[in-house]
C-alpha cells in the first residue's frame, strides 16, 4: 500500500500555500477573491479587500516577502539557455506534463520520494530559483517551495491546443466581437514613459537613491500621507511624478489599434493599468475604458477633497514641488481677512505639520498659525487605496458573460487584482499575450514577443487593416522567429524599409 510522501503531507502543504499563493484556486486566492465573490468590502490595489486584513496579517506579509522573488525566480528561456543546476526545458515541460496527467500525490512519489530527482532542482521545473538562503540546507527544506510550485502550475489556466498561429491569432481578431484588451506600461515605453519593472531603464530601479525600503513605497498611501515634509522641502512621489507624467498628449501604434478595435465594433473593455490617460487620448470611450489604477487626468486635494484636471497642478509636478489646493488657500486667506485666528492643534503626534506661508505678511496682525492647506494628489490609486467600484461591476457584472478573446498588452501581470482577470475570465475563451518579454505564471494561447507597436501593426497587416499611425513606417518589414521549445510562442523584429 502507497504512502503519502512527506511533502504531500498536510502539514507541510497547508503550511505552505499560507506562506503565498500567487494563483491559487478561486476559494484561497485573495487576488481571486476580489473577483470572483460580491462582496460588500472595497477591492484595493494589493488585492486584499476591507474585513480580510487580518489574514493577510504582519506574519503573513513577512513569509510572502521572504519567497516572491523566488517564485518568479526562472523562466522558460533561462531552463533553454542551460541554467546551472536547473532543469532543462525538455524536462520542465516534461515533468509539467506529467504533473498534470497523473495528479499531485502519485507525481511527488515518481519524482521525489523516488529517489529521481531533488525537491531543489525540481523546483526549477515550476519557474522557482531555489533561494540562496536555503543553500547547504537538507532537501526536505525546499518541499514547502515545491509545494507552491506545484499548486500554482496546478491551477494555472490551461492552454487552448488549437491556437498555435500567428495566422490563429489574426483570424481570432478578424472574427471575435467582444475583445477585452488588458494593457499596461509597455504600451507607451515607445513615447519615452518609463516602466516599472524593467531591469535599469524601468522607474523602480532608478529609485535607489530615495532610500527606500522597497521602489513601491513611492506609491504607497500611507507613505504620501505623512509626505510632504515641511515646507515642501521633499515628497517622495512628487519627485518622480515628473518621470511618468506624460509630456504630451501623442499616443502609441498600440493605442492606436485598441481605437481600431473600437472603431470595428471588436472592443468590449480596454482594462488599463496606466496612469498616463494616454487612452483618452486616443479616443477611446470613457464607456469602453477602465482605468484601474486612476490617471492624471484629474487630482484631488487630500483634505477637502476639490477636484480639478491635471494639466493644473501640472507645472507643479514637471518642477517636482508639491502643488497645494487653492480652494484650500482661499478658504484660509478669507478666513485671515475677517479676522479670525485658529487655534493650534492639541495633537503633538499630527504628521502633517503646519506652518507659515511665504506670501504671508509678517505684520502684527497677521502673524499667526494657519493650517496647512492640502496637498493636491493626482486621481491615481496608490498601493492601499481602493480601486474605482467600475472595475469590479464592469468585470464581474457584464464582461465576464460577453468575452470571446482577451489581448494582454505591455504588462507583466505583477499587480493583484489586475493581474487575476485573465485567471477570472472563463478559461475557453482564447487568451494572447503581447509584451517583450514572456511571463511564467500564466499559460497564454500564444505568445506574441517584442515592440508591442511592432506587433499590433504587423497583425493589422496580415488582417487587411490600415493601422495609420506616424510610427508606424510606411513599407516596414517584420521578422517573425518562433520560440526554441514552444511551439506557440514568436518573437516580432522590426526590419527598417
Known amino acids: 500500500m502507497e504512502t503519502e510522501s512527506p511533502l504531500i503531507d498536510a502539514s507541510l502543504r497547508v503550511s505552505a500555500v499560507e506562506v503565498i499563493d500567487l494563483t491559487s484556486d478561486e476559494e484561497s486566492a485573495p487576488g481571486n477573491d476580489a473577483l470572483r465573490r460580491e ?106 517551495l515545491l509545494g507552491l510550485g506545484i499548486s500554482r502550475e496546478l491551477t ?21 466581437k467582444n475583445i477585452i484588451v488588458l494593457t499596461g506600461a509597455g504600451i507607451s515605453t515607445s513615447l519615452g514613459i518609463p516602466d516599472f519593472r524593467s531591469k535599469d531603464t524601468g522607474l523602480y530601479s532608478k529609485l535607489e537613491h530615495l532610500g527606500l525600503s522597497d521602489p513601491q513605497e513611492v506609491f504607497d498611501i500611507e507613505i504620501f500621507k505623512e509626505d510632504p515634509r515641511i515646507d515642501d522641502v521633499f515628497s517622495i512621489f512628487y519627485s518622480i511624478a515628473k518621470d511618468i507624467l506624460p509630456s504630451s498628449k501623442k499616443f502609441s501604434p498600440t493605442h492606436a489599434f485598441i481605437h481600431l478595435l473600437q472603431q470595428r465594433g471588436k472592443l468590449l473593455t480596454n482594462f488599463t493599468q496606466n496612469i498616463d490617460n494616454l487612452e483618452g487620448h486616443a479616443g ?15 487630482a484631488s486635494c487630500v483634505v477637502c477633497k476639490y477636484q480639478v484636471q491635471g494639466e493644473e497642478i501640472y507645472e507643479d509636478l514637471k518642477a517636482s514641488k508639491v502643488a497645494r489646493c487653492a480652494r484650500c488657500v482661499r478658504e484660509m486667506m478669507d478666513a485671515r481677512k475677517k479676522g479670525l485666528k485658529r487655534k493650534r492643534s492639541s495633537d503633538r503626534n499630527q504628521k502633517v505639520k503646519r506652518r507659515r506661508y511665504d506670501d504671508e505678511d509678517s505684520d502684527d496682525e497677521g502673524d499667526y498659525d494657519l493650517p ?42 505583477k499587480v493583484a487584482p489586475v493581474s487575476e482577470i485573465v485567471g477570472f475570465l472563463p478559461p475557453e475563451v482564447p487568451q494572447i499575450y503581447i509584451s517583450r518579454t514572456p511571463v511564467s505564471h500564466v499559460n497564454f494561447d500564444v505568445d506574441m514577443l517584442g515592440d508591442c507597436d511592432v506587433v499590433v ?11 495609420q499611425h506616424e510610427m508606424v513606417p510606411e513599407g516596414q518589414e517584420v521578422d517573425i522567429q518562433p520560440s526554441n521549445g514552444h511551439d506557440s510562442r514568436f518573437t516580432f523584429t522590426a526590419r527598417m524599409p
Open 39 to 144: 462582496t460588500s468590502g472595497n477591492v484595493h490595489r494589493d488585492g486584499i479587500i476591507d474585513g480580510e486584513e487580518e489574514k493577510h496579517g504582519e506574519e503573513a506579509w513577512e513569509s510572502e516577502s521572504l519567497y516572491e522573488d523566488a517564485l518568479e525566480g526562472i523562466g522558460d528561456e533561462q531552463l533553454f539557455a542551460g541554467e546551472p543546476n536547473a532543469c532543462t526545458l525538455d524536462e520542465a515541460l516534461a515533468f509539467r506534463k506529467r504533473l498534470r496527467n497523473v495528479g499531485e500525490d502519485r507525481f511527488v512519489l515518481e519524482t521525489v520520494e523516488a529517489g529521481k530527482v531533488t525537491a531543489k532542482k525540481l523546483c526549477t521545473a515550476f519557474g522557482i530559483r531555489p533561494p540562496t538562503f536555503l543553500e547547504g540546507a537538507p532537501d526536505e527544506a525546499y518541499y514547502p
Open 156 to 176: 494555472k489556466r490551461i492552454k487552448l491546443p488549437q491556437y498555435n498561429t500567428i495566422e490563429d491569432v489574426v483570424n481570432l481578431i478578424r472574427k471575435s
Open 284 to 298: 477611446i470611450l470613457p464607456e469602453k475604458l477602465i482605468q484601474c489604477h486612476g490617471s492624471f487626468a484629474t
Open 372 to 413: 496647512e492647506a492640502g496637498v493636491m494628489k493626482p486621481d491615481i490609486t496608490f498601493f492601499g487605496e481602493d480601486l474605482p467600484s467600475t472595475f469590479h461591476d464592469r468585470l464581474v457584472k457584464h464582461d465576464r458573460d460577453l468575452v470571446d478573446l482577451v489581448i494582454v498588452i505591455g504588462t507583466s501581470l
Open 457 to 467: 501593426a504587423e497583425l493589422c497587416k496580415r488582417a487587411g487593416w490600415d493601422l
